[in-house]
């Protein structure tokens, strides 16, 4: 790669497979093969350069140059021979417009190219393919892969697991003390009765170091990978590409210099580039140039057009009123047209931003992670005073009992070592470590489970948040419903009505006919018109079988309906039929989108074809086509009562309930002039004088999951409303069949909720279910208010301008399978298969990330309370300033509380009881009552149980001192081992073993703890100062940490109140 195009050293990328095994020979003849270099190519974008594209000659020149073609993209045949492309229209026409100008062929190629979409990566794609061919042009130019941050060696993460000033202190002193022991065990002569083992202890704090850093390295590097991969599935993203003169859908990666991109409103650009066709193509470029305004962008010809004339001041002048340049990582937000890809990866603009990215870990925190921030301070802060508190009182005691001390140098220094080593144990026990690692562990488990349940989760704090959203604002179209659309029911002209498949109850008298029966009585004229207004007032396009469509479900619907009924064939065939001046992509605004197209047998007459929303094409109407089965249909004029006819025959379609699509049209005489300079009509100005051809009705099935997942909802205090699209009768209808719309509840439309004051828009909003016939920006308002109105809020999106209102929300989902990639990229989690039921999913698994915690921290205060409190009061009130645990087993019990108890309590799945209860309101207290009984309780038993055994142990069961202090440790870890399933619920639950089998890693991490206790207590000898127990022993160990189990029980017993008063007043 050559200097100029290397990452720094925080990126990297592997190319090994297209250039590794290349000869420097080999790759010069390469780059010979083409006429520019990357190098050269770079000069375009970096930054936008109008004078080095007029020096390289302007699209002809670049597509020359890059063996590639502007129609039918990069190919076998551009290997050899350079292939000129017909000339283009002097404007930017569409991308419909560009595919049937490639099928009407290239001379001396192919007199006709059938272009069709393929839903499959070109691996897996029938398109033609050279191997060898595309293998030079990645070894020249390379392919479109990102680079990636190189991941942290295990070595690196154990530094910063190791690098906590706690840590290195107690290093330090285990160093120290591991030396006086080395002295001692060297210089002091030893009878068989005291052997040499002073050194033990030093090595086991430092075995403990070691344990705890390696057991976090490798929680944080499952933690990184788990991230990466799902980091890495939310950059796939698709583009549909013109290669070897096929459309179809690649992976991003795969994308090559030369390729021809097809691009509509929602794309994100996938790589540098220069536009070649195209309408109204508008672009958000704030992600790289940091301008917030939309960019108009002016196709490649006509911009070479105007430099080659201008004088060179204005050529550099240029930008922005010409501007060709397709930067990569931007979004498309208006316009259709295909562009030819100059730069790829790290050559490209969003390649270079992220080459320069500082070597950051990006984790972002959550808000449960930030609360918890705070409470681990207060907990170390805490911790640290009753560590100084500690050390200080026993090294009081050691100075003032130092005169009559007789012991020899070594032992007294030894002796301070070891106060300032539990001193520092305390301090390790007090701070807790496991407070971050176990929210980060649930999300890390939840994330990944989610993927399972198709939520791609891409912001954590999604995950948690949604645990206790309120409201859901909910699209209909392919979240509520099945997205299988077919037209079951409709009427053509003034006269003709038909119905499929609806049911005899929900069809109308005037509805005997079925639709093979009205189309085979309509008039030719009429079955022309017809067949016109939906196979060319299109976007959707053949699968590469021909079997389906590919593209929007509506139109694919009216396809279907035009190929089963119409006689339509490829659609392709259909639109070459006829010459495409202009499309008008779908208006959000206007509910509608048109194709303009030339009417071949009279010059200057143009047709408007426009489908949409169909009571508001109807309005635009004047005329009607009367009598569409007779040979001498005409067009007569719309009159009131016809129009009310009409409107309630779509009101009868919308109840049962069906989307109801307008078709309508007029025709335009156009100046030659007019027609020479290709104008380009406004909506506003086509949406006048309408002639009405028909109007059909598309059933959309509900999805057989949605009505339980609405009660599972409504259980668990999640209110859903509908936003969409459709007239407010279908969207009423549907509402009522899925259990949205109830008795009470209020239905908008659209331009009704504008109307209302913000006054009286919040008095309405909670009884507020459906809102029809909406905009983004009414999405958006109702996001707003009703986080005014204090609701955590979660809405869907799948279009472009649904950025606004998913940006507005607590938590945005986003449609994986129709969304747009603008849509994705605002959203928080993506439903890969925008199924509603992953939205109850998302609120199970939020809701069990912040059990987890809960659960953890009512473990963990417990463990801290107990274990500080034994050690402080058993340090002083001994003697030898001994404490009741030693410091090896205080590190063993931190391993315990701060690693094995996270991983075990983070994990557990969330049951459908999660659904039972209603949201917590945003800063409700992380610890409740019944936690805050809970810890008190156990942490008073606990502590009451081993100092009872320290102190009087000796007397009740005459053992010996090794054995009581055995005893004392063992007990102790007992307690935790079934405190751990005690905290398994966080309420007044009884039952702890729910689910517990179900639930492999909390059954794994059980078990280790288990057999590694056992172990300790058989073999851990002088290391962890015990003496292997005899079976009665085990028994008094095992009784006393079940009764944990019994005191948990009857702690749940306990009225709340009786610790809510002094708690919280």
């Not at 390379?142 to 690098?163: C, G, S, V």
């Not at 021809?260 to 672009?283: Q, T, W």
């Not at 169909?614 to 009367?626: F, G, H």
């Not at 990229?825 to 059990?851: C, E, H, P, Y």
Request: proline share 4%; glycine share 6%; charged share 20%.
């Amino acid at each position: 790669m050559d200097e100029s195009a290397s990452p720094n050293s925080t990126w990297s990328i592997d190319h090994t497979n297209t250039t590794a095994s290349s000869a420097s020979a080999s790759k010069e003849k390469n780059r010979n093969a083409f006429k520019f270099t990357p190098e050269d190519l770079s000069t375009l974008h970096d930054p936008k350069n109008p004078t080095a594209f007029l020096r390289l000659g302007g699209v002809e020149g670049l597509v020359t140059g890059l063996r590639s073609n502007r129609i039918t993209g990069i190919g076998e045949h551009n290997n050899t021979t350079i292939v000129s492309s017909p000339p283009l229209p002097r404007e930017p026409s569409d991308s419909l417009s560009t595919i049937r100008e490639a099928e009407e062929g290239l001379s001396g190629f192919r007199k006709r190219l059938p272009l069709q979409v393929t839903t499959t990566r070109l691996g897996r794609s029938r398109v033609p393919c050279d191997t060898a061919f595309l293998d030079k042009r990645r070894e020249v130019f390379f392919d479109n892969r990102l680079p990636t941050k190189k991941e942290l060696t295990l070595l690196k993460r154990a530094w910063l697991a190791y690098n906590d000033p706690v840590l290195f202190l107690l290093t330090v002193a285990a160093a120290v003390s591991l030396a006086i022991g080395l002295y001692q065990t060297f210089t002091i002569p030893r009878t068989p009765d005291n052997p040499p083992i002073q050194w033990v202890e030093g090595v086991a704090i430092l075995i403990a170091i070691t344990i705890i850093v390696l057991v976090s390295t490798i929680n944080d590097w499952v933690k990184s990978r788990e991230f990466k991969k799902l980091n890495e599935k939310q950059l796939e993203r698709d583009a549909k590409v013109i290669r070897f003169g096929e459309s179809t859908l690649l992976a991003g990666s795969d994308i090559l210099v030369g390729d021809v991109v097809i691009i509509e409103p929602g794309n994100v650009i996938p790589a540098d580039g220069i536009l070649l066709n195209g309408y109204n193509v508008m672009c958000d470029e704030s992600s790289a140039t940091g301008e917030s305004g939309l960019v108009h962008k002016t196709p490649g010809d006509e911009v070479f057009r105007e430099l080659n004339e201008a004088s060179e001041e204005d050529v550099r002048s240029s930008l922005p009123r010409l501007d060709p340049f397709l930067l990569s990582g931007t979004k498309v937000l208006e316009g259709v047209g295909t562009f030819l890809v100059t730069a790829t990866g790290l050559n490209s603009t969003y390649g270079k931003i992220l080459a320069q990215v500082s070597e950051s870990d990006g984790a972002e925190e959550t808000p449960l992670q930030s609360r918890l921030t705070v409470l681990a301070k207060y907990i170390s802060w805490a911790g640290g005073v009753v560590s100084i508190l500690f050390f200080f009182a026993l090294f009081i005691r050691f100075l003032a009992e130092l005169p009559r001390d007789h012991a020899s140098a070594t032992d007294k220094g030894k002796n301070f070592v070891d106060i300032v080593i539990i001193a520092l144990t305390v301090l390790v026990i007090a701070v807790p470590e496991g407070l971050p690692l176990a929210v980060t562990l649930s999300l890390a488990f939840a994330t990944t489970r989610m993927l399972k349940d198709h939520n791609l989760v891409r912001q954590l704090k999604a995950c948690e948040v949604m645990g206790n959203a309120t409201s859901v604002c909910s699209d209909k179209t392919g979240t509520l419903t099945q997205n299988k659309m077919t037209v079951v029911a409709g009427m053509v002209g003034s006269e003709a009505n038909f119905s499929d498949n609806v049911g005899a109850s929900t069809t109308t008298s005037t509805e005997k006919l079925s639709s093979t029966e009205v189309v085979n009585s309509l008039s030719p004229s009429t079955w022309k018109i017809l067949l016109q207004s939906i196979a060319l007032n299109t976007t959707a396009f053949d699968s590469k079988d021909g079997s389906s469509f590919v593209g929007s479900n509506t139109e694919s619907a009216l396809l279907g309906f035009a190929k089963d009924h119409l006689n339509m064939g490829a659609v392709s065939e259909e639109r070459s039929k006829e010459k495409i001046v202009q499309v008008v992509p779908f208006n959000g605004a206007y509910k509608c989108m048109a194709t303009v197209i030339a009417l071949k047998d009279s010059p200057g007459l143009h047709r408007v074809l426009i489908k949409g929303a169909a009571e508001v094409l109807l309005s635009k109407c004047t005329r009607i086509i009367q009598n569409p089965g007779s040979d001498s249909s005409d067009i007569m004029d719309l009159g009131s009562e016809d129009k009310e006819r009409l409107a309630e025959a779509i009101k009868s379609y919308a109840s049962r309930p069906l989307r109801t699509i307008s078709l309508v049209y007029r025709d335009l005489q156009l100046p030659t002039s007019d027609i020479e300079e290709k104008t380009k009509f406004s909506l506003d100005y086509l949406l006048d004088d309408l002639i009405f051809i028909g109007v059909m009705g598309i059933q959309d099935p509900l999805r057989p999951e949605v009505w339980q997942s609405v009660k599972d909802c409504e259980m668990a205090g999640v209110t859903i409303r509908m936003v969409t699209g459709d007239n407010l009768l279908t969207a009423n209808a549907i509402a009522r069949e899925c259990g949205i719309l109830q008795e009470g509840d209020y239905s908008y439309e659209g331009a009704d909720f504008r109307a209302l004051s913000e006054a009286e828009k919040l008095d309405a909003i909670p009884q507020l279910r459906v809102l029809a016939r909406s905009t983004p920006e009414d999405k958006r308002i109702l996001v707003i208010l009703l986080k005014k109105l204090g609701e955590i809020v979660a809405v869907t999106g799948d279009g472009t301008n649904d950025a606004a209102a998913m940006s507005a929300a607590d938590v945005s989902f986003a449609m994986g399978a129709t969304g747009t990639d603008v849509a994705r990229q605002a959203s928080s989690i993506i439903l890969l298969t925008d199924n509603f039921a992953s939205i109850v999913k998302a609120i199970m698994w939020g809701r069990a990330v912040n059990d987890a915690v809960k659960k953890f921290l009512q473990f963990q205060i417990a463990i801290t309370v107990t274990s500080v409190a034994l050690v402080f009061v058993s340090g002083i009130s001994n003697s030898n300033e001994e404490s009741v645990l030693t410091p090896v087993q205080l590190m063993w019990i931190n391993l315990f509380q701060d690693t094995l108890a996270a991983l075990a309590l983070a994990t557990d799945p969330p049951t459908r009881r999660v659904l039972d209860r209603k949201p917590e309101p945003r800063m409700a207290p992380l610890i409740t009552v019944t936690m805050w009984k809970t810890i008190i309780v156990q942490s008073i038993y606990q502590t009451a149980v081993t100092l009872v055994l320290y102190f009087a142990g000796s007397h009740i069961f005459s053992y010996s001192t090794e054995e009581i202090s055995t005893l004392v440790f063992n007990t102790y870890v007992w307690m935790q081992i079934f405190n751990m399933y005690n905290c398994r619920q966080y309420d007044d639950t009884f039952n702890i073993f729910e689910g517990v089998f179900r639930n492999w890693l909390f059954m794994s991490v059980s078990s280790l703890m288990i057999g590694l206790q056992i172990m300790i207590i058989f073999v851990g000898g002088q290391a962890f100062n015990v003496v292997p127990l005899t079976g009665p022993q085990w028994a008094i160990s095992l009784v006393l940490g079940l009764l944990t189990v019994a005191v948990g029980a009857l702690t749940r017993c306990i009225p709340n109140w009786s610790f809510s008063w002094p708690l919280y007043h």
